[in-house]
C-alpha cells in the first residue's frame, strides 16, 4: 500500500476552465481530495498527456521500453494499436503486447486490429478475423476496433468489414477509422457506418468534412507524417472534437518528446490553454473510455507537474500515485522481454534485384514526400546498362526493393524518388503493413547486402555505404528490440545520421521508406508482390514500351 503524500502548486482544472493555488491529496493511488490553498509552489499540476493513436511497435521497442521513454514527456496512456505485431503474429502478437505492456504501471489501452492482413496485394505473416476479434473484444485491455484502413470496404458495406463493426458496436467498443482524402458524400457514407475518429486528414479542407459528419479528428505528427500545421487552425473551434497523436514515433524522437511537444507548439501559436489541454488530456479519456484520472477527487492518481506555461518542462509524472518519471529521468526500471518472431527466408543474391531492360523506354516512379505517407506516381525514362535497368542517381531515381520475408519468393523490384541516396543503401524490416524487408538503394550489390544484414539478424533496420555497414536488430517480430530504449534510441540515431551521410535529406529515412510499402495509403506503393496504385487498388507494371 502506497503512503499517502500531498503535492502542492497551480491546479490547471481543465472541465472548470480554471487555475487556483492548492494541494492535491493522495491516498492508495488516487486522488483523496483537492483543497484550494495558498501555497509557495510555483509549479503548475495537471492531468497527464494522452497519445489518442500510436503504433508501439514504431518505436522499435517493446511496450515495457516504450513506456520508460514516454513517461518522462508527461506522457501516461496511449491507445495503442497492435496493427503491426498483428500482421506478422497474429492474435499472438496482440497478446505480447498486452501482457508485456503490464510490466509497468504505464496505461496501455490496445485495440483489435481490423485489417489483418491489410490487404490481400501483400504477403502478410497472420490473419485476424472476425472470431478473432470477437474474442479480443471480451478482453478488458482492448477498448476499441482499430483503424478501419479498408474504407472502400467500408463504402461498398463489404460483410466482413462489416461484421467487424457491427462486433464493436455490440461490445460497446469505439471504431476508429483511417480514411485518407476522403470528403463529401463518401466521408458522409464512412461515417455513417459507425466509424467515429479520423487521423490521416493532410488538409483542413479533409478534416473539417469529417468534423461536419461527426467524426473527430486526431492531430497527428510523428517521425514521418506530419500534419500538425495543416490541423492546428481547427483547434478553436472544434477544440471538444480533436485529439493529438503520434501514430508513429522512431526511438530518437521518443526521446525528444511526445504529445508534450504538440502542446508547447500549440500554445506557442496562441491557442487557449483549456483547448489545448482537452485536446491532449480530456478528449482520448473520455471517447475511449479510458480509466485515466483527470485531477478530479477520487480519479487515479494520475497527473504530471509543469514548471510553467511557456516552457511546459515536465518536472513529475504520477501514475496510480506512483511517481514514474522527475526531471526527465524515468522511474520505471527495465525489465527483461522474452523475444517471439516469424521470419523464414534465406538471403538473396545480386542477380534478384535486376530488372532487365527489354523494351522499356519509360519507368513508373514512386515520388515520395518529406513528412507524408501519401506518394505520386512518376513517369521517366531509364538508366540502362548492360540490358538492365538501374538507378539513375544523378536525377535521384533509385532502386527500391520489398522482399518477402515469411516464405521463399522472389523480390519485387521498383522505382523511388525523393530518397536522395547518393552511394550505398538502407533497408529495413518495419515495412508497413506487412513488415515484410524493403530496401532503397543505388546499386544491386548495396541492396543485396543491406537486405542480407536484415535477414541474418531476423529483423532489423541496416545501412551500406562501400565498406562500412551498421545494423540495429530487431528480434521481437522482426520490429522491435527488447533491450533498454535509450540504448536503442542512440544505435538508431547512429544509423539514421549514417543514412543521412549517404546523401539522404529526409528528416526520417528508414520512416518514410517503412510507409512505402503502405498500401492502403494513395498513390503508388510496392508490396512483396508487386507496384501497386493505391487510387484503383491494382497492380500496374514498372516498365512500359
Given at each position: 500500500m502506497q503512503a499517502a503524500y500531498t503535492v502542492s502548486g497551480r491546479i490547471i482544472d481543465i472541465h472548470n476552465k480554471a487555475i487556483f493555488e492548492g494541494t492535491v491529496q493522495v491516498a492508495n493511488g488516487r486522488i483523496s481530495?483537492?483543497?484550494?490553498?495558498?501555497?509557495?509552489?510555483?509549479?503548475?499540476?495537471?492531468?497527464?498527456?494522452?497519445?489518442?493513436?500510436?503504433?508501439?511497435?514504431?518505436?522499435?521497442?517493446?511496450?515495457?521500453?516504450?513506456?520508460?521513454?514516454?513517461v518522462v514527456h508527461?506522457?501516461?496512456?496511449?491507445?495503442?494499436?497492435?496493427?503491426?505485431?498483428?500482421?506478422?503474429?497474429?492474435?499472438?502478437?496482440?497478446?505480447?503486447?498486452?501482457?508485456?505492456?503490464?510490466?509497468?504501471?504505464?496505461?496501455?489501452?490496445?485495440?483489435?486490429?481490423?485489417?489483418?492482413?491489410?490487404?490481400?496485394?501483400?504477403?502478410?505473416?497472420?490473419?485476424?478475423?472476425?472470431?478473432?476479434?470477437?474474442?479480443?473484444?471480451?478482453?478488458?485491455?482492448?477498448?476499441?476496433?482499430?483503424?478501419?484502413?479498408?474504407?472502400?470496404?467500408?463504402?461498398?458495406?463489404?460483410?466482413?468489414?462489416?461484421?467487424?463493426?457491427?462486433?464493436?458496436?455490440?461490445?460497446?467498443?469505439?471504431?476508429?477509422?483511417?480514411?485518407?482524402?476522403?470528403?463529401?458524400e463518401q466521408a458522409k457514407l464512412y461515417a455513417s457506418a459507425g466509424i467515429t475518429t479520423d487521423h490521416e486528414c493532410f488538409t483542413a479542407e479533409e478534416a473539417l468534412d469529417k468534423l461536419a459528419v461527426g467524426m473527430k479528428i486526431l492531430i497527428r505528427e510523428g517521425s514521418a507524417a506530419k500534419n500538425f500545421e495543416a490541423l492546428i487552425p481547427l483547434l478553436p473551434e472544434h477544440y471538444n472534437n480533436i485529439m493529438f497523436c503520434s501514430d508513429d514515433k522512431h526511438p530518437d524522437n521518443l526521446v525528444e518528446g511526445h504529445i508534450n511537444l504538440?502542446?508547447?507548439?500549440?500554445?506557442?501559436?496562441?491557442?487557449?490553454?483549456?483547448?489545448?489541454?482537452?485536446?491532449?488530456?480530456?478528449?482520448?479519456?473520455?471517447?475511449?473510455?479510458?480509466?485515466?484520472?483527470?485531477?478530479?477527487?477520487?480519479?487515479?492518481a494520475d497527473f504530471i507537474v509543469v514548471d510553467d506555461l511557456d516552457n511546459f518542462n515536465v518536472l513529475a509524472t504520477y501514475i496510480n500515485g506512483e511517481k514514474v518519471a522527475e526531471n526527465g529521468k524515468s522511474n520505471i526500471a527495465f525489465t527483461e522481454s522474452e523475444?517471439?518472431?516469424?521470419?523464414?527466408?534465406?538471403?538473396?543474391?545480386?542477380?534478384?534485384?535486376?530488372?532487365?531492360?527489354?523494351?522499356?523506354?519509360?519507368?513508373?516512379?514512386?515520388?515520395?514526400?518529406?513528412?507524408?505517407?501519401?506518394?505520386?506516381?512518376?513517369?521517366?525514362?531509364?538508366k540502362i546498362e548492360n540490358g538492365v535497368i538501374v538507378s539513375d542517381v544523378a536525377n535521384d531515381v533509385l532502386k527500391i526493393t520489398v522482399v518477402n520475408r515469411y516464405e521463399e519468393a522472389a523480390p519485387a523490384v521498383a522505382f523511388i524518388k525523393n530518397i536522395g541516396l547518393k552511394s550505398g543503401a538502407i533497408a529495413s524490416s518495419v515495412g508497413h503493413d506487412s513488415h515484410n524487408i524493403i530496401a532503397v538503394g543505388?546499386?544491386?550489390?548495396?541492396?543485396?547486402?543491406?537486405?542480407?544484414?536484415?535477414?541474418?539478424?531476423?529483423?532489423?533496420?541496416?545501412?551500406?555505404d562501400g565498406e562500412k555497414e551498421q545494423l540495429l536488430p530487431l528480434p521481437v517480430a522482426g520490429i522491435m528490440s527488447a533491450e533498454d530504449g535509450y540504448k536503442v534510441a542512440e544505435a538508431y540515431s547512429t544509423i539514421d545520421r549514417m543514412s543521412k551521410e549517404m546523401g539522404s535529406n529526409l528528416a526520417s529515412p528508414f520512416m518514410t521508406l517503412s510507409f512505402m510499402a503502405l498500401l492502403v495509403i494513395p498513390s503508388l506503393k510496392l508490396s512483396d508482390k508487386g507496384l501497386f496504385n493505391g487510387d484503383t487498388f491494382s497492380f500496374v507494371p514498372v516498365t512500359e514500351a
Open positions: 481530495k483537492i483543497v484550494r490553498e495558498a501555497t509557495t509552489a510555483t509549479n503548475y499540476i495537471l492531468p497527464g498527456f494522452v497519445d489518442a493513436h500510436v503504433h508501439v511497435e514504431s518505436s522499435m521497442l517493446v511496450p515495457s521500453e516504450f513506456a520508460r521513454l514516454a508527461g506522457n501516461i496512456a496511449t491507445i495503442s494499436d497492435p496493427h503491426e505485431i498483428g500482421n506478422v503474429l497474429g492474435v499472438k502478437g496482440v497478446e505480447y503486447m498486452i501482457e508485456n505492456g503490464k510490466k509497468t504501471p504505464f496505461k496501455f489501452y490496445f485495440g483489435a486490429p481490423s485489417c489483418v492482413p491489410a490487404t490481400p496485394f501483400e504477403t502478410a505473416g497472420a490473419e485476424i478475423t472476425a472470431a478473432d476479434i470477437e474474442e479480443l473484444f471480451k478482453r478488458d485491455e482492448i477498448v476499441y476496433l482499430a483503424e478501419m484502413m479498408n474504407w472502400p470496404g467500408v463504402l461498398h458495406r463489404d460483410p466482413v468489414v462489416m461484421e467487424k463493426i457491427e462486433l464493436a458496436k455490440k461490445y460497446g467498443k469505439a471504431v476508429d477509422g483511417h480514411a485518407p482524402g476522403l470528403m463529401g504538440l502542446v508547447k507548439r500549440a500554445l506557442a501559436k496562441g491557442n487557449d490553454l483549456f483547448h489545448v489541454l482537452q485536446a491532449a488530456c480530456v478528449n482520448p479519456v473520455e471517447h475511449y473510455n479510458m480509466k485515466v484520472g483527470l485531477l478530479r477527487e477520487n480519479d487515479p523475444t517471439i518472431n516469424n521470419f523464414n527466408t534465406s538471403s538473396k543474391t545480386i542477380d534478384q534485384f535486376q530488372v532487365p531492360a527489354a523494351n522499356a523506354h519509360r519507368i513508373r516512379v514512386i515520388e515520395a514526400f518529406d513528412g507524408q505517407l501519401i506518394t505520386k506516381e512518376g513517369i521517366v525514362t531509364p543505388v546499386d544491386d550489390e548495396s541492396i543485396t547486402r543491406a537486405v542480407n544484414l536484415i535477414i541474418g539478424a531476423k529483423g532489423g533496420v541496416s545501412a551500406v
